[in-house]
């Protein structure tokens, strides 16, 4: 009984950073692979963990230890996630701005309809994250969190949680400081639109100008595609120090090129 305690509370933590975990948690990757992913992890790190201490497996104590252990799982994954909605937001800000909006499909992730560019986002930010090893940090930091959390003895601090909190707002700047370049170039698209359009009345600037508009708009995605690499790289970064900060360890990790 004292195996299957040790073993159901580190797996139900492991199985929470799977559930919020960005390219993992995503609804096309089919629940067994990631229990079974769960599964060996858990094994591999059960000869590392020290004994857990339960008088009785089922029972009202041992439920609440692994919802605990579950919201612990759930916080390292969310902040990942965190980092590739970032992305997301940021190209539903542009699609909204060029008009490239009414292309929408469903999202795989959260199984809503998002503009096209949106996805596309994601797309790339989930490449980049697996490319810089993202998903091997994140085992990383799930083994270091059973020492900064050992099992049945530690627990977020209501200071921790309002980290986790406050730390989304960066999600909203980094998606503005995205998103700001095409914005601004679109404007002086309208501008300039608006002045042809007093210059020449006869042009029809909702017919003319919206295909402009998106036109524009995909050159422009595509002239700063180069400085995505560099905009995950400081969230990613930013997203390694919270980390960091809450299960207290600093873990090194290859910069993007």
């Known amino acids: 009984m004292g195996f299957l305690a040790d073993y159901l509370l580190a797996f ?13 948690s995503a609804r096309t990757i089919p629940t067994p692979v990631r229990n079974l992913l769960a599964i060996v992890i858990t094994i591999m790190v ?6 857990v ?13 692994v919802f605990k252990q579950l919201v612990i799982g759930i916080g390292i994954g969310f902040i990942s996630m965190m980092v590739i909605n970032t992305f997301v937001l940021a190209g539903q800000i542009i699609a909204m701005q060029t008009g ?17 560019v949106g996805q596309f986002y994601l797309i790339l930010a989930t490449l980049i994250f697996w490319t810089v090893d993202g998903h091997l940090l994140m085992l990383q930091m799930i083994i270091h969190s059973f020492e900064a959390f050992p099992v049945g003895d530690a627990w977020w601090t209501p200071e921790q949680f ?22 601004v170039s679109l404007l002086i698209v309208n501008l300039a639109f608006g002045v042809m359009t007093k210059a020449a009345p006869q042009l029809n600037i909702f017919s003319l100008g919206f295909a ?36 207290a360890i600093c873990p090194t990790t290859p910069a993007i090129n």
Do not use: Y
């Open 162 to 183: 309002k980290q986790i909190a406050h730390w989304a707002g960066w999600m909203f700047v980094s998606a503005v400081t995205i998103a700001l370049a095409p914005i």
């Open 12 to 24: 139900m933590r492991i199985t929470g950073m799977f559930i919020s975990m960005a390219g993992i």
């Open 100 to 116: 490239l909006g009414f292309a929408s499909i469903v999202d795989p992730i959260n199984g809503i309809n998002v503009p096209a």
């Open 212 to 247: 402009i508009a998106q036109i524009m708009g995909l050159i422009i995605i595509w002239i700063t595609l180069s400085n995505q690499a560099l905009h995950f790289e400081k969230q990613w970064m930013r997203a390694q120090d919270l980390m960091c900060g809450l299960l």
């Open 53 to 65: 201490t339960v008088p009785e497996i089922v029972s009202v104590a041992t439920f609440v230890e």
């Open 46 to 51: 059960l000869p590392t963990l020290a004994p």
